[in-house]
Structures are given as structure tokens and as C-alpha cells.
């Protein structure tokens, strides 16, 4: 399912940044757009922002309770738009300013003058078992049943999955991973440009019908990107952001 929005000059693309107390480098990026040193004109969020956050699921709000009220303040003063991933779900019941889209509503088309933009976390077209996952833990009963096990057992299966990403890599190159891309999407999508994350791998393609872009992952290296003028050739620059800017 497509849903349609204006994609803006000057906009900021974000993915991947996994934010937890082991990985806080986001917060002071996030902090920088609130007090307006940063200025986008909106701000895109592409999914796999938290490392762990689970709506409904309260205790995966102990660390994020800041950056989750800063969103909501940044909100509303811009449009945000937040694409849920494959850590951070069910969000609609977490924040009230931000526009979120679940994966069943991905990918989102945004109009960027004359031209047309996908844009997914990068995880919508999974197998048909991701699929069935992805569908059954976003259920509201199961995570509300997550919930009470989770509790039951004093946070045993949060503090495993927690400590389980805290070791994970997630700035591998993908050998693989072009003719992957070639092969899973052909002409499925009529637009110019196809944008996701997930797979972290900041690399761009020309494909037979549009341009494909696979964004850093602002976890690796503070990677975030601007949209350029709707008359450049490249739709995004690529920035590198530190506490010193």
C-alpha cells in the first residue's frame, strides 16, 4: 500500500542509528535539531532508530524516554516521519505528533516536485516466514502477552534480546548485496528513486527504471543525509555529524 506525501528540499534522512545507553551518539544529534543549531525542514526517520522498542511494551522505554520527548517536541514545529523497522514497532501508541508508518504501510511514495520517491525501512518484502513474524509480533495480543511473560520472568527476554544487540555488527559490507538488489527488484516500482535502510550499506545503484539508494547506517558513523534541490542530479548529500559542529 502506497500513501502520499510531499518530500522537501532540505529535508534530514536518518536510518539505522539503533539508539541504546551503548549506542547514545544520536541523542546529541536529535538535541542539536530541538535547539534549532540544526534546521531541516522536515525529518525522516527510516527505521531501526531504537535499538529496542516495542509499543505497548513499557519497559523498552527506560532508556529512550528523553529521545522520545524530544521527538515529540521536534514534531511539532516540523513534519516527522517515522517509517517503523525491525526494532522499533507498534509506535503509534508511543508518539502523537509523529507521523508513524507501519511496515504494512510501507513503502511510502513522496512527490518531490515532478518526480516520485519510494521510501521503506527495507524490510516490507521479506519471505513469506519473516513475513508471517513480522505480522504475528506486532500483534497487539501477542505483545501484550510478551509483555506480562516478559515481567513475569523480570525481564529476562528483553534484557536477553538487549544484550544480544549490544554484540551485533552492524556495519558489515555486503558482498552480495548489488546483485541482490538487482535481482529483488526489477520493475516493481514505477518512480525516480527508491530509498531504504536496514541493510546499512550505504550504496547507490542505477537500476532499469529508477535509482536505488541504500543509506548508511547512522550507528556506524554518524551518517545522516540532506535532500538537495529538486533541480541537482543526486537527490541526497551525505553528512558526517559530531558534537563539535
Known amino acids: 500500500m502506497s500513501h502520499k506525501l510531499e518530500l522537501r528540499e532540505g529535508a534530514y534522512i ?3 542509528a539503533h539508539y541504546s545507553p551503548h549506542r547514545p551518539q544520536l541523542l546529541a544529534f536529535i538535541k542539536a535539531i530541538h535547539s534549532k543549531k540544526l534546521q531541516p525542514t522536515q525529518l525522516i526517520l527510516m527505521g531501526d532508530i531504537f535499538d529496542t522498542l516495542f509499543g505497548s511494551i513499557e519497559y523498552t522505554y527506560k532508556d529512550n524516554q528523553e529521545m522520545i520527548a524530544l521527538l515529540e517536541a521536534i514534531a511539532k514545529d516540523i513534519e516527522v516521519i517515522y517509517l517503523e523497522g525491525n526494532h522499533d514497532f507498534y509506535l ?5 505528533h509523529v507521523k508513524v508508518f507501519p511496515l504494512i504501510m510501507q513503502p511510502v511514495l513522496l512527490e518531490f516536485g515532478e518526480k516520485k520517491v519510494y521510501i521503506a525501512h527495507g524490510d516490507f518484502d ?3 516466514d519473516y513475513k508471517l513474524y513480522t505480522a504475528l509480533i506486532r500483534k497487539p495480543f501477542v505483545l501484550f502477552l510478551l509483555k506480562y511473560i516478559d515481567i513475569a520472568l523480570n525481564h529476562f527476554i528483553i534484557n536477553k534480546i538487549e544484550r544480544y544487540l549490544e554484540k551485533k555488527d552492524d556495519c558489515k559490507e555486503l558482498s552480495w548485496f548489488e546483485d541482490f538488489i538487482k535481482n529483488r527488484f526489477g520493475n516493481r516500482f514505477e518512480c525516480d528513486y527508491f530509498v531504504e535502510g536496514h541493510f546499512h550499506q550505504n550504496r547507490t545503484f542505477k537500476l532499469s527504471s529508477f535509482t536505488y539508494i ?3 547506517a547512522f550507528a556506524c558513523n554518524q551518517r545522516y543525509f540532506i535532500v538537495k534541490s529538486k533541480h541537482d542530479k543526486e537527490l541526497l548529500e551525505e553528512h558526517q555529524f559530531s558534537k563539535e559542529m
Open 126 to 128: 521479506g519471505k513469506w
Open 92 to 96: 503509534r501508541v508511543v508518539f502523537e
Open 14 to 16: 536518518i536510518s539505522d
Open 214 to 216: 541504500n543509506l548508511g
